[in-house]
C-alpha cells in the first residue's frame, strides 16, 4: 500500500515541480521581451534623424523626443547599427525587433497566467492527498489516485489501501471513473486552489442535484445572475473557501452558461441554505428561488486547466 501512495506522491509533487520549471522559463523569456519598446523608440529616433547619419557608422545617438525633462530638454538615445546596411534598412531591423517582441509578449503572458494555476491546482491536489494520507481518509486517496490513472500519470493498479476492490471491479471502475466517484455523466467536478471539491451541473436533472441532494446548508452555491446556466457548489463551509476559490468556481458557473462567449460575467453566490425550490406552479426540474443573503462577483467565463479536472 505504502508504495503505491509513495509513487503517486512522486507523480503529484513531479506536476508541482514542472510547472514551477516551466514557469522560471517562460519569465526568462519575458524579461527577455519586457524591454521591446526601446527598440521602437530607436527606429523612430534614427528615422527622424537622417541628418546624423553618415554611411558605414556602427553605433549612433540620436535624440529621443519620447523622453523630456521638466526643462523641455530631449534624452539621447545610442543605437547599435550594421554599418553594411544603410539607415533605412536598420531603421527597418529595429522594428522588426520591437514586432517580434511585443508578438512574444502577447504569446508569453497568457501562458505564464494558465501555467500559474495550473501549478496552484497541482498544489492544491498535492495538499489535499498529503492531508488525505495523514489522516486515512481512504475515499480522497481513491479519488485522486483515479484522477492520476485517468491522466495517464500513474499506473492502474488498485491495492487494498486505496479502495480494497477486486482487480475486475477496479479495471470496470476506470472505465467509468465518474460512477465510482458518486457523480452523474452531466456533473463536472474539480478541486479548487485551496483544495476542496467544486461540483457543476451541466443539465436541469444534474443542477438539481447538485442544489439539493450533494449540497449541505453552509457550503457556497453560485449561479449565472439573470439567465440559465449550470449550479456549481464548493464542498466546504462558507467560511474556509477563499477569494481565489469564489474566482474558481464563479468562473466555471459562468463558462457553463448562455453567457459563455462574454467577455465578463456577473455570477451570484450564497449559502446553500439559501437556495430553495420555487412555489409549486413554478416549480420545474433545476429551477430555484433564493432566499436570503446573496453575493455578486464578475468574473470572465472560464474552465479550469484539465489538471483540476476530477472528473
Not at 524579461?31 to 557608422?57: F, P, T, V, W
Not at 511585443?102 to 501549478?119: D, G, I, Q, S, Y
Not at 465510482?180 to 476542496?196: A, N, R
Not at 467577455?263 to 453566490?269: E, I
Request: glycine share 6%; proline share 4%; with cysteine.
Amino acid at each position: 500500500g505504502d508504495e503505491v501512495l509513495d509513487k503517486m506522491e512522486k507523480v503529484l509533487k513531479k506536476q508541482v515541480s514542472s510547472c514551477k520549471g516551466k514557469i522560471q522559463n517562460l519569465q526568462t523569456e519575458l524579461d527577455k521581451s519586457q524591454g521591446c519598446e526601446i527598440y521602437l523608440r530607436q527606429g523612430d529616433a534614427l528615422s527622424q534623424n537622417r541628418h546624423l547619419y553618415k554611411k558605414r557608422m556602427e553605433k549612433i545617438t540620436v535624440p529621443d523626443y519620447t523622453q523630456i525633462d521638466d526643462d523641455g530638454n530631449c534624452g539621447y538615445l545610442d543605437v547599435d547599427l550594421d554599418p553594411e546596411k544603410g539607415l533605412t534598412e536598420n531603421a527597418k531591423i529595429l522594428y522588426k525587433k520591437y514586432k517580434k517582441s511585443k508578438r512574444a509578449l502577447e504569446r508569453l503572458e497568457p501562458m505564464m497566467e494558465t501555467t500559474k494555476v495550473e501549478m496552484e491546482a497541482h498544489q492544491a491536489m498535492l495538499s489535499k492527498f498529503q492531508n488525505a494520507r495523514q489522516n486515512h481518509q481512504n475515499s480522497t486517496i481513491g479519488e485522486i489516485y483515479e484522477s492520476l490513472v485517468e491522466k495517464k500519470l500513474i499506473e492502474a493498479i488498485v491495492l487494498e489501501s486505496i479502495g480494497g476492490e477486486s482487480p475486475k471491479k477496479a479495471q470496470k471502475n476506470q472505465k467509468n471513473g465518474k460512477r465510482k466517484l458518486g457523480v452523474d455523466k452531466d456533473i463536472d467536478t474539480f478541486i479548487s486552489p485551496s483544495g476542496f471539491t467544486v461540483v457543476a451541473g451541466r443539465s436541469a436533472a444534474a443542477n438539481e442535484k447538485v442544489s439539493f441532494q450533494i449540497a449541505r446548508r453552509n457550503m457556497v452555491w453560485f449561479h449565472v445572475r439573470g439567465i440559465p446556466g449550470s449550479h456549481v457548489v464548493i464542498k466546504t463551509d462558507w467560511d474556509r473557501a477563499t477569494k481565489k476559490d469564489i474566482e474558481f468556481a464563479a468562473r466555471i458557473a459562468a463558462w457553463h452558461s448562455s453567457a459563455k462567449d462574454e467577455r465578463k460575467v456577473d455570477v451570484t453566490y450564497c449559502k446553500a441554505s439559501n437556495v430553495k425550490h420555487p412555489p409549486a406552479k413554478f416549480k420545474k426540474l433545476g429551477a430555484v428561488i433564493l432566499n436570503g443573503p446573496e453575493k455578486v462577483i464578475t468574473v470572465e467565463p472560464r474552465l479550469p486547466p484539465p489538471e483540476a479536472k476530477i472528473a
